[in-house]
């Protein structure tokens, strides 16, 4: 059931947590897991729109930033025995998600409740709600 597991993350504190989760299930039979982070589309698409020459520095310097800090999961997912695959990909964060959950065939999602913005109010974050609702395979969420 846990064989492969797709690990979206925003490296929120909450998606760190979940991290933990997934690296506990090992014992549960989990082998291989596929780390992702989605670099949200509709905010470079802002980017673009109101700064002018600088944004191809800025988007430079996000996805430099995201691949140093998925690198340094990919090193402690193996450190912890998995097989690991990281993908950074350019989408809406709930579709990247669910699109990677088809192609790679995962047996379940570990995700965190919440993420960066993290709002006191709501049950759920605005990613992981609408992840929970469509996906097909199980998701555990971890809990903030
Ligand atoms: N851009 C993203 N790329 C990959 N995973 C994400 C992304 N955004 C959110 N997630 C996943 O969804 C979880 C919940 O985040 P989200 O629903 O965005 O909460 P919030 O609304 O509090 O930011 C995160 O802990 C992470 O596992
Ligand atoms: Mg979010």
């Known amino acids: 059931m846990f064989k492969k597991i797709?690990?979206?993350?925003?490296?929120?504190?909450?998606?760190?947590?979940?991290?933990?989760?997934?690296?506990?299930?090992?014992?549960?039979g989990a082998e291989e897991v596929v780390v992702l982070h989605i670099i949200d589309k509709s905010s470079l698409d802002a980017l673009a729109m109101y700064t002018s020459k600088d944004f191809l520095q800025i988007e430079k310097d996000w996805e430099a930033s995201a691949a140093s800090q998925m690198s340094s999961i990919e090193d402690e997912l193996k450190e912890a025995g998995f097989e690991v695959k990281v993908r950074i990909e350019k989408e809406i964060p709930f579709i990247g998600i669910l699109k990677v959950e088809e192609e790679e065939d995962v047996s379940a999602i570990v995700i965190g409740s919440h993420g960066v913005s993290n709002v006191q109010e709501m049950f759920l974050g605005s990613v992981s709600e609408k992840v929970i609702r469509k996906a097909k395979k199980p998701v555990l969420v971890v809990k903030r």
């Open 6 to 28: 797709l690990y979206p993350t925003d490296f929120s504190d909450v998606a760190k947590s979940a991290l933990d989760f997934v690296k506990q299930l090992k014992d549960a």
